[in-house]
């Protein structure tokens, strides 16, 4: 995902653009605006505004001054529910009515959390600059808040960029500071043993990171070693040289907390950012036009087969009409001539049917000859024959299968029985031969 972030200080905005993916990070671009002589903040975002390309996530990191703090312990373990619990709980303890702010949180561990603030004017007043600008924030934030993110940064110690004092313990924010560079050298170490007395674990470390830090170097007074953060092993590819790592260390920290789900965001509420809304709206309106269009194409198709098969049965019953004209041209119209012609083409094959099996039989009588009293049951199934009669006697049958053999092609004797006058009733089956019917 890509990631645009803008760090605005009073002189001057900074803007880096991340692309990552896993762990693996890439540094897409960065310029840094100077605000002097006639370039002023608007100017400065409408600038990064028409070299914007694509659809990066927006990060807004303003100044820290307008955002402030207080460390809280809650029995909770879920950031959604601390956030959902931190207007009760701040509810008395501020100067300022709590409508009036828009509040975030970041857990410090152990039970404890940073309670953060900003007042809701503030933060309308830099999303209406940056929607002016036609750049309008997805998120809005502060660079202290990602420092524990930042590259190399020891996991417990004090860090200095420039505009905050921030604590770290276990890699996670415990404290922040904003801090004018003029002052930073007499204001750190009073705020540090100001938070010792109050019964806060001393530092065993203080770093520092950008490229404006001297001053601080030249009048250090606390026993803590100071020492400028360096670019780890491995960053050579996203940060290229020393000097970019001091510039844009903070902001890739931001990125990254960003991606991480773990950075304070202060668009919330009345103040969240819909254009995401607006814009998933308008895809989902793309989308069920061109169902609603396909739709109706299924429809148009399915009425054109309509019309087209209701053609081809027309087409049909006009031939039927005229077939039974042709056939029948004495008789008044029928109701339904396909049914008409169809019982008479039964009529006639029934008729030839019978006249078949009339013929059959008048051969059996012949061949029975006068030593067989008489037939008294034949059956014809297809080309298959069963014969039943009575007969003077046994050597009589024998004559009249012989007598058959024009007639079946295979025959076969079935069981003889005697009758107490001397008779013999038979049965007889046997296969017709082709033409015998």
């Known amino acids: ?15 880096a653009r991340f692309s990552i993916s896993g762990r693996n990070s890439e540094l897409a671009g960065a310029s840094m605006l100077e605000l002097e002589g006639d370039l002023t903040l608007a100017e400065a ?8 390309r694509g659809n990066p996530r927006v990060i807004l990191c303003l100044p820290p001054e307008i955002f402030a703090m207080r460390t ?3 029995p909770l373990d879920d950031l959604r529910k601390v956030r959902e619990v931190l207007p009760a709980h701040l509810q008395g303890e501020l100067s300022l009515p709590l409508d009036e702010l828009a509040l975030d949180v970041l857990s410090a561990g152990n039970g404890a959390y940073l309670a953060l603030w900003a007042k809701k004017s503030d933060i309308r007043d830099a999303i209406e600059l940056c929607r002016a600008a036609g750049l309008e924030p997805q998120v809005i934030t502060s660079l202290p808040f990602a420092n524990g993110f930042i590259a190399g940064v020891p996991q417990e110690c004090a860090l200095y960029d420039g505009n905050a004092l921030t604590i770290l313990n276990s890699g996670r924010l415990s404290y922040f500071r904003a801090l004018d560079q003029s002052t930073a050298a007499a204001t750190i170490p ?31 007074s606390l026993p803590l070693t ?7 092993d491995g960053t050579g590819n996203l940060f290229k040289n020393e000097q970019t790592f001091q510039q844009l260390a903070g902001l890739h920290a931001v990125a990254m907390a960003s991606q991480a789900g773990l950075l304070p965001d202060f668009r919330r509420g009345e103040l969240a950012w819909t254009s995401g809304d607006v814009r998933t709206r308008k895809k989902l309106l793309l989308t069920g036009t061109l169902a609603a269009l396909l739709i109706v194409a299924l429809f148009a198709s399915k009425g054109l087969q309509y019309r087209t098969v209701n053609a081809d049965l027309l087409s049909l019953n006009k031939s039927i009409s005229d077939m039974y004209r042709e056939i029948f ?12 012609v169809k019982g008479e ?3 006639l094959a029934g008729a030839e049917s019978s006249s078949g099996y009339l013929d059959l039989l008048k051969k059996l ?14 059956e014809v199934e297809g080309r298959n024959l069963r014969i039943k009669g009575d007969a003077r006697s046994a050597q009589a049958v024998n004559e009249f299968k012989a007598a058959l053999a024009p007639l079946l092609a295979t025959v076969e004797l079935g069981e003889v029985k005697s009758r107490p006058d001397g008779m013999v009733t038979f049965s007889l089956t046997g296969t017709l031969r082709e033409g015998s019917k």
């Not at 995902?1 to 905005?13: A, H, N, P, S, T």
């Not at 705020?191 to 019964?199: D, I, K, M, N, V």
């Not at 041209?329 to 008409?340: Q, S, Y």
């Open 72 to 74: 809280i312990s809650l």
């Open 345 to 347: 083409i039964k009529k």
């Open 1 to 15: 995902m890509d990631y645009l972030v803008l760090q605005v200080e009073k002189k001057r905005v900074t803007v």
């Open 329 to 340: 041209p004495n008789r008044a119209k029928a109701v339904d001539e396909l049914a008409e």
């Open 365 to 378: 009588a012949e061949a029975k000859g006068n030593t067989i009293n008489g037939l008294y049951e034949a």
């Open 190 to 220: 009073a705020t540090l043993s100001a938070l010792e007395l109050a019964g806060a674990q001393p530092p065993p470390r203080f770093c520092l990171i950008g490229t404006e830090n001297g001053g601080l170097a030249d009048n250090w």
């Open 226 to 232: 100071l020492e400028q953060l360096q670019a780890p």
């Open 45 to 52: 975002l409408a600038t990064v505004a028409a070299g914007a």
